[in-house]
Antibody, heavy 122, light 108 residues
């Protein structure tokens, strides 16, 4: 069964770059049916879509974050990555990686990682 | 950009029917999706493409759509259904995705 696992620093200083990795196990990241996504949730608040990437590297970003976000993929390692620059306290959140199976559930995020909490603080 | 509006909270007695609505101009052009998030856990997809249930989701969860409002219905609500519920859709361009603000379901 396909599983996703986020990893990365739990603490990032203001103005620095947040970098997270999502490792996909139990299946290939290189499927033509899947998009891979980052979603975040500030403490006590709702979900916010950050962006998607296809295995060939095409990306879609949330317009409100687009100037600071880069999502990359490494098919040889079955991993994809999130980089968020110039972070502030407002970027403190639990960050989730997720899969979108366009052939079956279309625009749904059907498998999620457990999430990783990132705090922005000096 | 699209916005999806949910009531902040809904309360229901055990065994009764809970209905959670979500309004937005993205519908009916796009499908609706619903997630359940229990405290301290990742969200779980409970409804996709307006009315479909993923494998393993109980039959008491159902979805419907009418105009610019979609509804998640939980029939015979159980204590274990107490959670936050989020609606979600693709944007009109199909290259962005958006969540509703979430509804806290309390089973009294």
């Amino acid at each position: 069964q396909l599983q996703l696992q986020e990893s990365g620093p739990g603490l990032v200083k203001p103005s620095e770059t947040l970098s997270l990795t999502c490792t996909v196990s139990g299946g290939s990241i290189s499927s033509t049916s899947y998009y891979w996504a980052w979603i975040r949730q500030p403490p006590g608040k709702g979900l916010e879509w950050i962006g998607n990437i296809f295995y060939r590297g095409s990306t879609y970003y949330n317009p409100s974050l687009k100037s600071r976000v880069t999502i990359l993929i490494d098919t040889s390692k079955n991993q994809f990555f999130l980089k968020l620059t110039s972070v502030t306290a407002a970027d403190t959140a639990t960050y989730y990686c997720a899969r979108m199976d366009y052939d079956i559930t279309q625009d749904a995020f059907d498998i999620w990682g457990q999430g990783t909490m990132v705090t922005v603080s000096s | 950009s699209s916005e999806l509006t949910q009531p902040p909270s809904v309360s229901v007695s055990p065994g009764q029917t809970a209905r959670i609505t979500c309004s937005g101009d993205t519908w009916p052009k796009q499908y609706a999706y619903w997630y359940q998030q229990k405290a301290g856990q990742a969200p779980v997809l409970v409804i996709y493409k307006d009315t479909e249930r993923p494998s393993g989701i109980p039959e008491r969860f159902s979805g419907s759509s009418s105009g610019t409002t979609v509804t998640l219905t939980i029939s015979g609500t159980q204590a274990e259904d107490e959670a936050d519920y989020y609606c979600q859709s693709a944007g009109s361009s199909g290259t962005s995705w958006v969540f509703g603000g979430g509804t806290k379901l309390t089973v009294l």
